[in-house]
């Protein structure tokens, strides 16, 4: 059997990503074999691409997707074919047609969530439920600050955040954008060359916030730390901007004692049960109108290029998706 996949044999450009037809084995033990309905962009994809985070080459891209159970290997127990199931993580080819995936690395979809949502939101929601949960647990009453709020992770952590009683304040780099983040922000400033730690610690009664999350990097990380409370937390998650350069830990202290993790959603999902729970939990804040996940870019399997391009230039808001063809 064949298929429909992106690949890579270089790290470069977006037009590294070429659509080729790979072979497809039959699902081994513990495998299950899958038919796509559609597919994630995430912008970890473009650090895969680019080689910021390095892949053994000739390499598959794309980390998550929603699909249907085609086949199961032997010893398969949880899942059947017919199956609607999404996945997040795990290794890198989801920009496919078809994919070979091992069982321990799926969820099943429950019914009132769409194909398109779990497809583009599954992986930045269980981000967003580890982040606000488990590496900062939120409480009624802060006032934190999220960067890239129109974006697909920032979207999701501000509507969250406020569900769990926070104040939030977003940041967003276009006015276009700064509306949008105002529909789920408390506030939302502009950080584009402007004094917007100052703005964020004027917003929190001169005295900081409580934790930043940080998923644009090297052009936020100073200013970061300056909109922080005492013993406030930054949690950089990302290196949209380019990755956080090295620091000395006195600047830690000298700020006011501040926390600081750089934290990745495979080691909060590493077992089969915290990968259930946090896409259970995720599902359910989808299910009780805490958040309202969008996908708001879509792009058809084989115009993947355009997908990170928009992404890489800052076009986008929400999350994207790839649809593979019938
Ligand atoms: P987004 O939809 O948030 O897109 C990135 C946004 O970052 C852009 O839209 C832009 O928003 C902002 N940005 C600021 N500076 C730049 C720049 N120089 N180039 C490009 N974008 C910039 O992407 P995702 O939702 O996919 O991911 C958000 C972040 O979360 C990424 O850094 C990603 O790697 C990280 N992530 C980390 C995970 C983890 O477990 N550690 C898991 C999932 C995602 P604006 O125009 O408003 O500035």
Known sequence: MQTQAIRIHRHGDPEVMQLETV?????????????????????????HRSGLYPLPLPAGLGLEACAVVEAIGAGV????????????GGATGAYAQHRIMPEDRLVHVPI?????????????????????????????????LVHAAAGGVGQILCQWARALGATVIGTA?????????????????????TDWPGQARALSAGHGVAVVYDGVGAATFHGSLDCLAPRGMLVSFGNASGAVPAFDPLLLSQ???????????????????ELVDTAGDYFHSIEH???????????????????????????????????PAA
Not at 33 to 44: M, P, Y
Not at 173 to 193: E, F, I, M, P
Not at 255 to 270: E, M, Q, W
């Open 77 to 88: 127990r949880e899942f059947r074919p017919g199956d609607r199931v999404a996945y997040a």
């Open 173 to 193: 780099g276009s006015d276009a954008k700064q509306v949008l983040a105002g529909t789920w922000c408390d506030h939302v400033l502009d950080y584009r060359n």
């Open 23 to 47: 072979p497809l084995a039959a699902p081994a033990p513990g495998q299950v074999l899958l038919r796509q309905l559609a597919i994630g962009v995430n912008f970890i994809d473009t650090y």
């Open 112 to 144: 009132g969530i769409p194909d398109e949502i779990a497809a583009g939101t599954l992986l930045r929601g269980m981000t967003a439920q580890y982040l606000l949960k488990r590496t900062f647990p939120v409480q009624r009453g802060q006032t934190i």
């Open 255 to 273: 700020k006011g004692s501040l926390f600081f993790t750089r934290p990745t959603l495979g080691h909060y999902t590493a077992s089969r049960q």
């Open 289 to 323: 109108g805490f958040v309202q996940p969008v996908v708001q870019q879509r792009f058809a399997l084989q115009d993947v290029a355009a997908a990170h391009r928009a992404l890489e230039s800052r076009q986008t808001t929400g999350s994207t998706i790839l649809l």
